[in-house]
């Protein structure tokens, strides 16, 4: 088949991987080899069929005396800087590209050392991203935007700000992802302050900017700012900017954290009116944010609405039917998309764990945890043996708890060490209180301020007011503070 025919052949996109290997046959058997046309098409199937190694094979095997073009180069090396799994052999192909015997026919350009130096950041590669910059300087790429952009990226990626914010500042042109950049970068270090100034100053914004700072709030448990960002999204006067899906996703989180239901069915109708209700991930959050306002028939209505359901839906929905007490629908529910095929992760057989504690279903709870990773592959956490204890000592049965918190493989944790506590006291164990509490001081469970309030009480409960005297004045030595209590109440759509 003449070498025009099988180029157009190969320029259709319903052609498949087969049909490119066949392709590329003829082009060993049939004397087209000595054609650059076609195999340089040949190298473009391959990449966008997904072939890498083929492509590389062919890319760095064909031109023994030629040499590809740098468009060639490009699209391969951008091909694997894509994925983390496959970006180390974008600055792998990279190197070869420079060790060229004739490397002015083929030099690097802008898109070469921007797709290189995302491969560095995806590759967490911090030297090779900082001898990048190096090269870039030398070889007068700084003022591009994209290389730019993408030595702005890498830096944040590696928390160093400073310099991100170097290269940002020398930068003679920069665009909304340039902004946006740093922002994120600031936003991911806990240093909101710095980029809410950021955003103040940008000269452009658009959905991903508002996603950054909303979702940058979130992040860092400051939901009312993140509602408050909100708000001026919709008033904002950014040309064409609206709410898109991550800034949704990010706000019913907000709004589940502070129970805020009004506002949380407000964003609900507006997803509805924007025709965006179909969308996995929303219709997951929304499950989330009903069921932490316990509305959990209002999550169960968008769960029974869902067309596809991904194993995000059901950590969901079971999740939120064990928060809200009901722990036989949660098993329910778990025994259902097991059936299904889907298998379990971690978050959701906690999920089902804590339903079974609330619920006393003691030997279901035991089964779950005792078999998690034979038939499901997860390794029981320190929050699982939490749950086992917590089902226990709910139960009565705190002996048995005090034997798993003692048997763990790790060291337990100030949460758990007082849900025993807790458990010996509403069930007066008094006995069993004196041996947990002697083992609590030796693994120093209780530096936490709750931790020692609770072990006061409980003094004070067995009318030893001297031990509770001391346990308070230890407080006071060592200024541990018991913080006090606080939550969020919503008023008139307000909190």
Same mark, same amino acid.
């Given at each position: 088949?003449?070498?025009?025919?099988?180029?157009?052949?190969?320029?259709?996109?319903?052609?498949?991987?087969?049909?490119?290997?066949?392709?590329?046959?003829?082009? @060993? *058997?049939?004397?087209?080899?000595?054609?650059?046309?076609?195999?340089?098409?040949?190298?473009?199937?391959?990449?966008?069929?997904?072939?890498?190694?083929?492509?590389?094979?062919?890319?760095?095997?064909?031109?023994?005396?030629?040499?590809?073009?740098?468009?060639?180069?490009?699209?391969?090396?951008?091909?694997?800087?894509? *994925?983390?799994?496959?970006?180390?052999?974008?600055?792998?192909?990279?190197?070869?590209?420079?060790?060229?015997?004739?490397?002015?026919?083929?030099?690097?350009?802008?898109?070469?050392?921007?797709?290189?130096?995302?491969?560095?950041?995806?590759?967490?590669?911090?030297?090779?991203?900082?001898?990048?910059?190096?090269?870039?300087?030398?070889?007068?790429?700084?003022?591009?935007?994209?290389?730019?952009?993408?030595?702005?990226?890498?830096?944040?990626?590696?928390?160093? $700000?400073?310099?991100?914010?170097?290269?940002?500042?020398?930068?003679?042109?920069?665009?909304?992802?340039?902004?946006?950049?740093?922002?994120?970068?600031?936003?991911?270090?806990?240093?909101?302050?710095?980029?809410?100034?950021?955003?103040?100053?940008?000269?452009?914004?658009?959905?991903?900017?508002?996603?950054?700072?909303?979702?940058?709030?979130?992040?860092?448990?400051?939901?009312?700012?993140?509602?408050?960002?909100?708000?001026?999204?919709?008033?904002?006067?950014?040309?064409?900017?609206?709410?898109?899906?991550?800034? $949704?996703?990010?706000?019913?989180?907000?709004?589940?954290?502070?129970?805020?239901?009004?506002?949380?069915?407000?964003?609900?109708?507006?997803?509805?009116?924007?025709?965006?209700?179909?969308?996995?991930?929303?219709?997951?959050?929304?499950?989330?944010?009903?069921?932490?306002?316990?509305? @959990?028939?209002?999550?169960?209505?968008?769960?029974?609405?869902?067309?596809?359901?991904?194993?995000?839906?059901? *950590?969901?929905?079971?999740?939120?039917?064990?928060?809200?007490?009901?722990?036989?629908?949660?098993?329910?529910?778990?025994?259902?998309?097991?059936?299904?095929?889907?298998?379990?992760?971690?978050?959701?057989?906690?999920?089902?764990?804590?339903?079974?504690?609330?619920?006393?279903?003691?030997?279901?709870?035991?089964?779950?945890?005792?078999?998690?990773?034979?038939?499901?592959?997860?390794?029981?956490?320190?929050?699982?043996?939490?749950?086992?204890?917590?089902?226990?000592?709910?139960?009565?049965?705190?002996?048995?708890?005090?034997?798993?918190?003692?048997?763990?493989?790790?060291?337990?944790?100030?949460?758990?060490?007082?849900?025993?506590?807790?458990?010996?006291?509403?069930?007066?164990?008094?006995?069993?209180?004196?041996?947990?509490?002697?083992?609590?001081?030796?693994?120093?469970?209780?530096?936490?301020?709750?931790?020692?309030?609770?072990?006061?009480?409980?003094?004070?409960?067995?009318?030893?007011?001297?031990?509770?005297?001391?346990?308070?004045?230890?407080?006071?030595?060592?200024?541990?503070?018991?913080?006090?209590?606080?939550?969020?109440?919503?008023?008139?759509?307000?909190?």
């Amino acid at each position: 088949m003449h070498a025009r025919t099988l180029i157009q052949l190969l320029k259709h996109h319903c052609i498949g991987l087969y049909e490119i290997k066949c392709i590329h046959a003829q082009f @060993i *058997t049939h004397n087209h080899s000595s054609n650059p046309s076609l195999a340089s098409a040949l190298i473009r199937s391959y990449i966008a069929s997904q072939d890498l190694n083929s492509a590389q094979i062919l890319l760095l095997n064909y031109f023994p005396s030629s040499f590809p073009s740098p468009l060639l180069w490009n699209q391969i090396i951008q091909a694997y800087s894509k *994925t983390p799994s496959h970006s180390l052999q974008s600055l792998l192909i990279f190197r070869r590209m420079l060790a060229l015997d004739r490397p002015t026919l083929c030099l690097p350009d802008k898109y070469t050392l921007t797709f290189v130096i995302t491969a560095c950041s995806r590759q967490c590669s911090n030297v090779c991203g900082e001898n990048l910059h190096g090269w870039v300087v030398k070889s007068g790429f700084e003022t591009d935007v994209f290389v730019g952009n993408a030595l702005v990226n890498f830096y944040c990626v590696f928390e160093k $700000l400073g310099k991100a914010h170097k290269v940002f500042d020398e930068m003679p042109e920069r665009d909304v992802v340039t902004w946006t950049s740093l922002l994120r970068g600031y936003a991911h270090c806990r240093q909101m302050g710095v980029a809410s100034e950021l955003f103040c100053r940008m000269p452009e914004r658009n959905e991903v900017s508002w996603a950054v700072m909303i979702a940058g709030y979130v992040g860092n448990e400051r939901y009312s700012d993140a509602l408050r960002y909100f708000h001026d999204m919709l008033s904002s006067k950014d040309d064409g900017v609206q709410p898109n899906e991550a800034v $949704l996703v990010s706000i019913l989180s907000a709004c589940a954290h502070l129970g805020a239901l009004d506002q949380g069915e407000w964003v609900h109708l507006y997803i509805d009116k924007r025709g965006l209700i179909g969308s996995p991930n929303l219709c997951n959050a929304l499950i989330d944010m009903y069921a932490r306002c316990g509305r @959990i028939d209002c999550s169960m209505r968008v769960f029974n609405g869902m067309v596809k359901r991904d194993v995000f839906t059901w *950590t969901s929905v079971i999740v939120g039917l064990s928060v809200n007490g009901v722990g036989k629908d949660a098993l329910r529910f778990f025994r259902e998309m097991v059936a299904e095929g889907i298998m379990p992760g971690s978050v959701m057989l906690l999920g089902v764990l804590n339903g079974c504690s609330h619920s006393g279903l003691v030997e279901e709870g035991c089964s779950i945890f005792y078999n998690m990773e034979h038939l499901w592959g997860v390794k029981p956490g320190i929050e699982h043996f939490g749950c086992l204890i917590d089902l226990f000592g709910r139960a009565g049965l705190v002996e048995k708890a005090f034997e798993v918190l003692k048997s763990m493989p790790m060291e337990p944790d100030v949460v758990m060490c007082r849900a025993l506590l807790s458990a010996c006291r509403v069930h007066g164990d008094f006995g069993l209180t004196e041996r947990i509490i002697d083992h609590i001081a030796r693994l120093d469970c209780s530096v936490y301020g709750g931790g020692y309030m609770l072990v006061s009480n409980i003094y004070a409960s067995l009318g030893r007011w001297d031990a509770a005297a001391a346990v308070r004045k230890k407080m006071s030595e060592e200024k541990i503070e018991h913080g006090p209590g606080f939550s969020w109440i919503e008023s008139s759509k307000s909190l």
